[in-house]
């Protein structure tokens, strides 16, 4: 079975930083892209960053490109999220997904992880 | 950027009817769109991809439709479970993926 889990999330101040990470098994993570999509409370779903497989080919939404770095680990089947000069509108729940191929949908969805900037 | 626009915002149904939803996007993505499931407090759930492919285990009361810049998402016979948000989402013309507003499915 696949399994996302999000860890990192809490409060921090603007300007601040924080780790999140996304710890996957039940599949083969070195395989398979992976995002972070992100969900502002009482809104909708929000696409942050994107990396493949072998961490070759890394996008960003505009809004979060020089704050935030994505990266992962293929030994440790772990993804994470460098987000650093943290502002108000940065607060959000963050989801980990699993794509399917290169630039798709997003098939697995962790539980997500709370971030609140205050 | 493809701005995906998501109507009605909310559809009110009866238990046992059908609801119809729909998605625009402001250029073509081709048929590379999702729809997306999420209940209160829950992450969302793949429900179609590749604008009309059921996701494993979505059941057959679900079926979407369209290409291009139009796409609809048909509940056939609304159930109890199916009440909550659902987002469409393109990934044919990105970065960055984007997602529709969402429309909520409530109970009439």
């Known amino acids: 079975e696949v399994q996302l889990v999000e860890s990192g999330g809490g409060l921090v101040k603007p300007g601040g930083s924080l780790r999140l990470s996304c710890a996957a098994s039940g599949f083969t993570f070195s395989s398979y892209s992976m995002n972070w999509v992100r969900q502002a409370p009482g809104k909708g779903l929000e696409w942050v960053s994107s990396?493949?497989?072998?961490?070759?080919?890394?996008y960003y939404r505009d809004s979060v490109k020089g704050r935030f770095t994505i990266s992962r680990d293929n030994a440790k089947s772990s993804l994470y999220l460098q987000m650093n000069s943290l502002r108000a509108e940065d607060t959000a729940v963050y989801y980990c997904?699993?794509?399917?191929?290169?630039?798709?949908?997003?098939?697995?969805w962790g539980q997500g992880t709370l971030v609140t900037v205050s | 950027e493809v701005v995906m626009t998501q109507s009605p915002a909310t559809l009110s149904v009866s238990p046992g009817e059908r609801g119809t939803l729909s998605c625009r996007a402001s250029?073509?993505?081709?048929?590379?769109l999702a729809w997306y499931q999420q209940k209160p407090g829950q992450a969302p759930r793949l429900l179609i991809y590749d604008a009309s492919t059921r996701a494993t285990g979505v059941p057959a009361r679900f079926s979407a439709s369209g290409s291009g810049t139009e796409f609809t998402l048909t509940i056939s016979s609304l159930q109890s479970e199916d009440f909550a948000v659902y987002y469409c989402?393109?990934?044919?013309?990105?970065?960055?993926?984007?997602f529709g507003q969402g429309t909520k499915v409530e109970i009439k």
């Open positions: 250029q073509s993505v081709s048929s590379d």
């Open positions: 989402q393109q990934y044919g013309n990105w970065p960055p993926k984007t």
């Open positions: 990396i493949s497989s072998s961490s070759r080919y890394i």
């Open positions: 997904g699993r794509e399917v191929g290169t630039g798709s949908y997003i098939e697995h």
